[in-house]
């Protein structure tokens, strides 16, 4: 079976690859990771005109894919350069745009005039939209948002908010401009946002969203589990070098047969990453989505996290230290198991699809 990539994702593939070696240093990644606003103005507005943002929907809302391969192939590679930029929040904001009929703002984010992210979790809700306790009022003829929203990825200076809601015993879906949110870079670089709701002003896009959220949020695990295999990829290869490079007993450490067989260990994590991605790909819109992408997130959560450790270890002392690269890629591995949640939390949802 060929699981090749076609030409148009091959050329967008090395078009990404080329500006994040050129361009993307990880001294630049690092200093914008973690200083307000957590990421790069003049990075962001050369991925919207590399067109990276328009891979995220289709061209009937302003983009030029859509599919769950396009943003896999985005994401891989945005994984194996570590660009810190919010395109997690973008993706998710743009496609709930789209799907809601709001065109214009969808062509807005394509374009990369403006930013979006989507505040769906709060404390203790990560999986189940059922969980979710905040509320919006009608209230002088407006809605009105209440409560408390955290881990809004690409939150801090987001232009357009869309914001999950109970709304007449429904989850709706409510767009806001600009709200305050309190912002701060997550561990592993990049902005996040944590809201509170006492009153907020907002629009009604959809009044029953539960259906279109779902869909979103797996699309976006996609976009972490191909991530995460860009990552993995690149860090392997980092420690593949540096064991040929470091000396012991007056012989390179690649020499040595037990750590080869450590790196082998760490080559089949990610083939088998590789290869359970790929299928959450292609169920993605079928049936089987729901399994297939908790599958994915469950493996590639214990993946990431065990090739993260093991190149650590196998790099020694400089592992840890902040000048190397290798140490973001390791904490960055980690946190996206966290993300849309962990690899527990997706063996729940796969136990209770049983």
């Not at 361009?23 to 973690?34: D, F, Q, S, V």
């Not at 600009?178 to 592993?188: E, G, N, R, T």
Request: charged share 20%.
């Amino acid at each position: 079976m060929d699981f090749s990539i076609s030409q148009d994702h091959q050329m967008l593939a090395d078009s990404l690859r080329r500006y994040f070696s050129d361009k993307y240093p990880i001294e630049l990644r690092n200093k914008a990771g973690y200083s307000a606003p957590f990421h790069s103005p003049e990075v962001w507005t050369d991925l919207a005109e590399l067109g990276v943002i328009g891979a995220f929907i289709d061209e009937d809302h302003g983009g030029f894919g859509g599919t769950a391969q396009d943003i896999a192939v985005v994401f891989e590679e945005v994984g194996r350069a570590l660009c810190c930029e919010p395109l997690l929040g973008a993706l998710m904001g743009a496609r709930l745009l789209a799907l809601s009929g709001q065109d214009q703002a969808a062509e807005d984010i394509v374009a990369g005039t403006a930013r979006a992210a989507v505040a769906i979790f709060e404390p203790g809700v990560v999986c189940n939209l059922g969980a979710i306790s905040a509320e919006a009022r009608q209230l002088g003829g407006e809605w009105r948002l209440f409560g408390h929203k955290n881990a809004i990825y690409g939150g801090p200076g987001a232009d357009l908010v869309l914001i999950a809601a109970h709304a007449g015993g429904k989850i709706g879906l409510f767009l806001a401009q600009s709200p305050d949110m309190q912002a701060a870079p997550m561990i592993d670089g990049g902005g996040i946002g944590d809201l509170v709701m006492d009153g907020l002003p907002a629009a009604c896009i959809c009044e029953d969203a539960s259906a279109m959220i779902e869909e979103t949020l797996d699309l976006a695990r996609i976009a972490l589990c191909a991530e995460a295999n860009g990552a993995m990829d690149r860090l392997i290869a980092m420690t593949t070098d540096y064991l040929k490079q470091r000396q012991q007993f007056g012989r390179p450490l690649a020499t040595f047969q037990a750590l080869q067989h450590r790196l082998v260990d760490m080559v089949m994590e990610l083939e088998q990453s590789k290869s359970i991605t790929i299928r959450a790909v292609a169920s993605f819109g079928s049936d089987d989505q729901a399994r297939h992408v908790a599958m994915a997130k469950n493996l590639i959560g214990r993946a990431g996290t065990k090739i993260s450790e093991e190149a650590i270890q196998l790099h020694g002392g400089i592992g840890m230290t902040w000048e190397y690269a290798g140490s973001h890629y390791a904490k960055r591995l980690v946190m996206i198991d966290h993300q849309l949640g962990d690899r527990h939390d997706h063996a729940g949802r796969l136990a209770a699809m049983d």
